[in-house]
């Protein structure tokens, strides 16, 4: 399984973006990069996907590298709902299973 | 689309009785349930993967006699803490696979059970 690498915390300023990184620097070839994010006492939520390109839906953007060892998560303007613990989660191709690492805590100012 | 349920929502029993919590996919087919633990302040910990008709695979270090999972149908999977005891108590999160299947493999998490085991 591919390890993973995320800041512990970050800060962001209301209305401002928010670029999250994360390594996955020995993520093999046919592994997604699945984006969730978990508010405090709920269940994860799916942020975005990405296989190699870069990725756009209504919630954010993922930028993959093109060695595809790192990815940053975008989010173009920052509000108070979206302070969470945002984890980056590399899916080996075939087993199915989510491995999560310690993710990053956002935190966002009014 | 891709809801899934969880039940209860929270759940507060005494040492040695046994709990059931109920996950469900709403509106989709889940070949495959899993099954988290988290404990405060942490991360969230797989603790068994469950397939529709067939036995559960629990991660290593769960106890299969302790935390019973039956997937009896494609869209429910129930997790059983069995003589729970307070160590047991934590936040309990099931998520689930369409059953369409394929890249990415995206799950889609439920709300989460909060036990709390005095």
């Known amino acids: 399984d591919a390890k993973t690498t995320q800041p512990n915390s970050m800060e962001s300023n209301e209305e401002e973006p928010v670029h999250l990184p994360c390594n996955h620097s020995?993520?093999?070839?046919?592994?997604?990069i699945h984006w969730y994010r978990q508010l405090p006492s709920q269940g994860p939520e799916y942020v975005i996907h990405?296989?190699?390109s870069n990725v756009n839906n209504r919630m954010a953007s993922l930028a993959i590298a093109e060695d595809r060892k790192s990815s940053t998560l975008i989010l173009h303007r920052a509000t108070l709902r979206d302070a969470a613990v945002y984890y980056c989660?590399?899916?080996?191709?075939?087993?199915?299973?989510?491995?999560f690492g310690t993710g990053t805590r956002l935190k966002v100012l009014a | 689309g891709a809801v899934v349920s969880q039940h209860p929502s929270r759940v507060i029993c005494k040492s040695g009785t046994s709990v059931k919590i109920e996950c469900r996919s709403l509106?989709?087919?889940?070949?495959?349930m899993f099954w988290y633990r988290q404990f405060p302040k942490q991360s969230l910990m797989l603790m068994a993967t469950?397939?529709?008709?067939?036995?559960?695979?629990?991660e290593q270090g769960v106890e299969k006699d302790k935390f019973l999972i039956n997937h009896a149908s494609l869209t429910l999977s129930t997790l059983t803490v069995t003589s729970a005891h307070p160590e047991d108590s934590s936040f309990y999160i099931c998520?689930?696979?369409?059953?369409?299947?394929?890249?990415?493999?995206?799950?889609?998490f439920g709300p989460g059970t909060r036990l709390t085991v005095l």
């Open positions: 989660i590399p899916l080996t191709s075939g087993t199915y299973k989510y491995i």
């Open positions: 020995t993520i093999s070839g046919t592994d997604y």
């Open positions: 990405g296989l190699t």
């Open positions: 469950s397939n529709e008709g067939s036995k559960a695979t629990y």
């Open positions: 998520s689930a696979r369409d059953r369409r299947g394929g890249p990415p493999d995206t799950q889609y």
């Open positions: 509106d989709f087919q889940a070949t495959t």
